[in-house]
C-alpha cells in the first residue's frame, strides 16, 4: 500500500534563505510526483510534476528532484519570499490506480 | 477561463439536510475526480469517473452519490448530512486514467451544524 510521508510538518524560516522540503513515499512504482501548492482557504496549484523517468523539474526559484529507487523527492526553494507562505503537498500517481495519494504537507511560514 | 470550476464555494447546513455540489471542467478531460480535505488537512481520493463510469470508489459512505452526467460533469450528492462530513471537497480531472496530471477546482467549504 503507497504511504506519502512529508517531513517536516511545519518550517519557518527568515526572508531570503534557500530551504528544502522533503517527500518519502513507500511505493516506487509510480506513474509520476506532484508537488502542490495550497494557500489557506484556498484551492490546489500544481507547481511541478516530475514522470518516473525524470530525475529533476524546475520553475524559476523551484526545483523538485526524484529519486524513485530510495522512494524519496525535495522541493528546493530558493531565495524565499514571504509569499511562498503556504502548506506545501507532494503527491505520488500510482500506477495500476487511477489516483493520486497525498502527503499531509508541510506547513511553510518565511519571516520578512 | 477557469478549467475546474465548482459550485457553491460554501455551504453551511444542518444536521440530516441533503445537499450537492457540482463540478465542471472545460479542458475535454476524459477522467474526474472527488478527494476529500478533513480537518487535519488530509487530501483523500473519494471517486474517480472515467467517460461517465466509476472506476474508483474509495470506501465512502453509501450516502454520498456521484453522477455523472457527462463527461464535462462530475458532482456530489450527499445524504443524511453529518457533522463529520464538514470538509473541504475538491473535484479535479485529468486527460485520461492513469499517470496523468490532476488538475483541482477551487474547492467547496461544506460546514455541517
Known amino acids: 500500500k503507497q504511504e506519502v510521508t512529508q517531513i517536516p510538518a511545519a518550517l519557518s524560516v527568515p526572508e531570503g534563505e534557500n530551504l528544502v522540503l522533503n517527500c518519502s513515499f513507500t511505493?516506487?512504482?509510480?506513474?509520476?510526483l506532484q508537488w502542490f501548492r495550497q494557500d489557506p482557504g484556498k484551492g490546489l496549484t500544481s507547481l511541478l510534476l516530475i514522470q518516473s523517468s525524470q530525475r529533476e523539474q524546475t520553475s524559476g526559484r523551484l526545483n523538485a528532484s526524484l529519486d524513485k529507487s530510495s522512494g524519496r523527492s525535495t522541493l528546493y526553494i530558493a531565495a524565499s519570499q514571504p509569499g511562498d507562505s503556504a502548506t506545501y503537498l507532494c503527491a505520488v500517481n500510482p500506477l495500476r490506480a487511477s489516483k493520486i495519494i497525498f502527503g499531509s504537507g508541510t506547513r511553510l511560514s518565511i519571516r520578512p | 477561463d477557469t478549467a475546474v470550476s465548482q459550485t457553491p464555494k460554501y455551504l453551511v447546513t444542518q444536521m440530516g439536510n441533503d445537499k450537492s455540489i457540482k463540478c465542471e471542467q472545460n479542458?475535454?478531460?476524459?477522467?474526474m475526480y472527488w478527494y476529500k480535505q478533513d480537518s487535519k488537512k488530509f487530501l483523500k481520493i473519494m471517486f474517480s469517473y472515467n467517460n461517465k463510469e466509476l472506476i474508483i470508489n474509495e470506501t465512502v459512505p453509501n450516502r454520498f452519490s456521484p453522477k455523472s452526467p457527462d463527461k464535462a460533469h462530475l458532482n456530489l450528492h450527499i445524504n443524511s448530512l453529518e457533522l463529520g462530513d464538514s470538509a473541504v471537497y475538491f473535484c479535479?480531472?485529468?486527460?485520461?486514467?492513469?499517470?496523468?496530471?490532476?488538475?483541482f477546482g477551487p474547492g467547496t467549504r461544506l460546514t455541517v451544524t
Open positions: 479542458l475535454g478531460h476524459d477522467t
Open positions: 479535479a480531472s485529468s486527460q485520461d486514467r492513469g499517470g496523468y496530471e490532476q488538475y
Open positions: 511505493d516506487s512504482a509510480i506513474y509520476n
